[in-house]
């Protein structure tokens, strides 16, 4: 027994000397004398979670707890179950160690990323409230509120107390970087850049920091340097870089040159992108142009000299077709319009299919009809919704108001204006799927006297269209919306209704409640 537990206290030193595979001999050697040594279990499972073996620490911490139940061991189980995909569990194990032991400050803290993860941001913060004296020091802690805060729309709240995780602990790299994303998110634009500076050579955090830099740049008018990281994008956003074999193209004095723009990102990002086409054109003889399958129709009519193939093949198999140079379709941009001038030379609108549009019967008798699309999904989805009852504002125009429903099928009632729909205000054009037919949806678009729409995919095809539209935005947005315009030089019918401050929405309701009076008629 007392050779066990020299082993064993010599294995733990081993353990925090950073000697891995000494500890986890000595740890063996315990076990083979003892196979039900519940510390020494316990003990190799927190070395297996370290070296990432989550399967192996799963197998020794479930024969530690089954030999000895106390609150470490359960939460060191529920941090392997996470890991290994068991979240019920894992919270259950978490549960059971605040039970035996609630002051336990690391079980509460793996309880509340859980409940956070799964969007249940108000029990984190209560949870982690009830922990507050113990965690006021603890980075963990206050990283884990300080992220649950910015779930809630706590901004200043996360600001603060991630600064206070700063000053304990100046080396955090997450830490820094959701600082520092904050304050891009706030509008402060060069002290962010500056932020980002510092990360750029982290290996986990740098192509991140490298990207949100440039976007930085961009955002407070320093073109020249924000360009720099745009190419970023494809490591920090996870976009894949199309291979094609062919040299990149870079506009020159040659108007002779066969170019293939291979399509990324989204229909939104395609549409923007595409509004760049008539600016390339004077550079190229002939351009084949990716684009999703659904945008096709719509932009294959709108330029009948382009030829645009569908983004899902081979990139390599286009390729060989006759280009001879290639170009990223979000490259067009800072290739053709470097400085996001304020008018975009030669841009044109989408042409729907005019036998469509004319055969759409938008519901309704009023004489003034509304589009509203109020959902989006994918990065920072939460911060770019409105609350449902800003919708409200075009409630007391029942009977002078149309609205039409934009939300694409799937997505309805998602989100909805609850109001809205209550009074059968918010009206739908079932015969068109709104999200595999874009041609459908644009003619439908194309009937309306406008459109009001938050961050999304709709956004970019009214304003493609250049059909009279109202953009809600939130402060976390990229280069896209540029920043301190009312509009963008790609879509210039489209206006842009800005957050003056993150997570206020009251100042953009107020403005929009003005242009519904005008659109009904009671404005100036």
């Given at each position: 027994m007392s050779g066990a537990r020299e082993i064993l206290s010599e294995a733990v030193g081993l353990h925090r000397n950073g000697a891995l595979d000494d500890a986890r001999k000595g740890y063996l050697r315990v076990l083979a004398a003892e196979p039900d040594n519940a510390d020494a279990l316990n003990l190799l499972g927190v070395l297996e979670l370290q070296g990432k073996r989550y399967a192996e620490a799963t197998d020794y911490l479930e024969r530690a707890v089954a030999s000895k139940r106390t609150a470490e061991y359960l939460g060191n189980l529920g941090v392997a179950y996470k890991h290994v995909g068991k979240r019920t569990a894992a919270a259950s194990r978490f549960k059971a160690a605040l039970e035996l032991q609630p002051e336990n400050l690391e079980a509460a803290i793996n309880l509340a990323a859980l409940l956070h993860e799964?969007?249940?941001?108000?029990?984190?913060?209560?949870?982690?409230?009830?922990?507050?004296?113990?965690?006021?020091?603890?980075?963990?802690?206050?990283?884990?509120?300080?992220?649950?805060?910015?779930?809630?729309?706590?901004?200043?709240?996360?600001?603060?107390?991630?600064?206070?995780?700063?000053?304990?602990?100046?080396?955090?790299?997450?830490?820094?970087?959701?600082?520092?994303?904050?304050?891009?998110?706030?509008?402060?634009?060069?002290?962010?850049?500056?932020?980002?500076?510092?990360?750029?050579?982290?290996?986990?955090?740098?192509?991140?920091?490298?990207?949100?830099?440039?976007?930085?740049?961009?955002?407070?008018?320093?073109?020249?340097?924000?360009?720099?990281?745009?190419?970023?994008?494809?490591?920090?956003?996870?976009?894949?870089?199309?291979?094609?074999?062919?040299?990149?193209?870079?506009?020159?004095?040659?108007?002779?040159?066969?170019?293939?723009?291979?399509?990324?990102?989204?229909?939104?990002?395609?549409?923007?992108?595409?509004?760049?086409?008539?600016?390339?054109?004077?550079?190229?003889?002939?351009?084949?142009?990716?684009?999703?399958?659904?945008?096709?129709?719509?932009?294959?009519?709108?330029?009948?000299?382009?030829?645009?193939i569908d983004r899902g093949r081979n990139p390599r198999a286009a390729a060989a077709q006759g280009p001879v140079y290639q170009c990223a379709a979000g490259d067009l941009v800072r290739h053709t319009n470097p400085g996001l001038d304020n008018r975009l030379a030669g841009s044109v609108p989408l042409v729907v299919d005019a036998d469509r549009a004319a055969a759409i019967e938008v519901p309704g008798p009023a004489a003034l009809r509304v589009g509203l699309s109020y959902h989006t999904s994918g990065?920072?989805?939460?911060?770019?919704?409105?609350?449902?009852?800003?919708?409200?504002?075009?409630?007391?125009?029942?009977?002078?108001?149309?609205?039409?429903?934009?939300?694409?099928?799937?997505?309805?009632?998602?989100?909805?204006?609850?109001?809205?729909?209550?009074?059968?205000?918010?009206?739908?054009?079932?015969?068109?799927?709104?999200?595999?037919?874009?041609?459908?949806?644009?003619?439908?678009?194309?009937?309306?006297?406008?459109?009001?729409?938050?961050?999304?995919?709709?956004?970019?095809?009214?304003?493609s269209l250049g059909v009279p539209a109202t953009l809600l935005l939130s402060t976390v947005h990229d280069w896209r919306w540029l920043s301190d315009r009312p509009t963008v030089p790609w879509y210039p019918a489209l206006r842009l209704l800005r957050q003056r401050r993150q997570g206020d929405w009251d100042g953009i309701a107020a403005e929009l409640s003005g242009i519904v009076r005008g659109l009904a008629g009671e404005g100036d």
């Open positions: 799964e969007g249940r941001s108000d029990e984190a913060r209560e949870l982690l409230g009830a922990h507050a004296a113990g965690g006021a020091h603890h980075p963990r802690y206050l990283f884990n509120l300080a992220n649950v805060c910015i779930e809630t729309g706590e901004f200043d709240r996360a600001r603060a107390l991630l600064e206070d995780l700063l000053t304990i602990a100046p080396a955090d790299v997450g830490a820094r970087f959701n600082h520092t994303m904050l304050l891009k998110n706030a509008g402060e634009f060069e002290r962010a850049a500056h932020g980002f500076e510092q990360l750029v050579g982290d290996p986990g955090k740098g192509p991140g920091a490298r990207w949100f830099l440039g976007q930085c740049r961009l955002l407070g008018g320093d073109f020249e340097r924000g360009w720099e990281f745009f190419g970023e994008r494809f490591d920090a956003l996870h976009i894949d870089y199309r291979e094609t074999g062919l040299p990149a193209w870079k506009p020159g004095a040659d108007t002779d040159d066969d170019l293939l723009v291979w399509a990324e990102q989204g229909i939104g990002d395609e549409l923007l992108f595409a509004t760049h086409i008539p600016a390339l054109q004077p550079h190229c003889e002939h351009i084949r142009y990716e684009c999703d399958l659904r945008l096709l129709p719509l932009l294959a009519r709108t330029h009948p000299q382009i030829e645009f990065s920072n989805a939460e911060h770019r919704m409105p609350p449902a009852c800003l919708w409200n504002v075009f409630a007391e125009f029942e009977g002078r108001i149309e609205l039409v429903d934009l939300q694409s099928n799937a997505r309805r009632g998602l989100a909805p204006p609850a109001l809205l729909r209550d009074k059968g205000m918010l009206r739908q054009v079932d015969a068109i799927d709104l999200y595999d037919d874009i041609d459908g949806l644009a003619a439908l678009i194309s009937r309306l006297d406008h459109v009001v729409t938050i961050d999304n995919a709709v956004a970019h095809l009214a304003g």
